[in-house]
C-alpha cells in the first residue's frame, strides 16, 4: 500500500523557522515528482512547492525566497524548510507525489501554526 506521512509541524512565531518531513513508502520514489501543498480555513488547498524527479523546483509566489524544497531519494522523503514564518502561513499542509500519467498520492496532513 502505498502511504505519505507528513511531520514536522507545529506551533512557531512569526519570523521563526520550521521544518517538514514526508515519509513516502509503497512506491518507487525516485519516479515520483513531490509537492506540499497547504490549505486554510475557508480557502482552496494551493501549490506550495514541487520538486521534479531531476531536482528542479518551483514556489509559490508567496513563499518565495523563504521556503525550500528539497527530497531525498535514498530515504524516500521530502522536506520543505520554511523560512521567516508568518501569520498568512497558518494552514494544514499536506504531501503529494505524482507521476506523470498516473495516479496522485495525498498524505494527510500536519498543522502549521504562525502566532505569537
Known amino acids: 500500500q502505498v502511504q505519505l506521512v507528513e511531520s514536522g509541524g507545529g506551533l512557531v512565531q512569526p519570523g521563526g523557522s520550521l521544518r517538514l518531513s514526508c515519509a513516502a513508502s509503497?512506491?518507487?520514489?525516485?519516479?515520483?515528482?513531490m509537492g506540499w501543498y497547504r490549505q486554510a480555513p475557508g480557502k482552496q488547498r494551493e501549490l506550495v512547492a514541487l520538486?521534479?524527479?531531476?531536482?528542479?523546483?518551483n514556489f509559490a509566489d508567496s513563499v518565495k525566497g523563504r521556503f525550500t524544497i528539497s527530497r531525498d531519494n535514498a530515504k524516500n522523503m521530502v522536506y520543505l524548510q520554511m523560512n521567516s514564518l508568518k501569520p498568512e502561513d497558518t494552514a494544514v499542509y499536506y504531501c503529494k507525489a505524482t507521476m506523470w500519467a498516473g495516479p496522485n498520492y495525498w498524505g494527510q496532513g500536519t498543522q502549521v501554526t504562525v502566532s505569537s
Open positions: 520538486i521534479t524527479t531531476s531536482g528542479m523546483t
Open positions: 509503497g512506491i518507487t520514489f525516485s519516479l515520483y515528482t
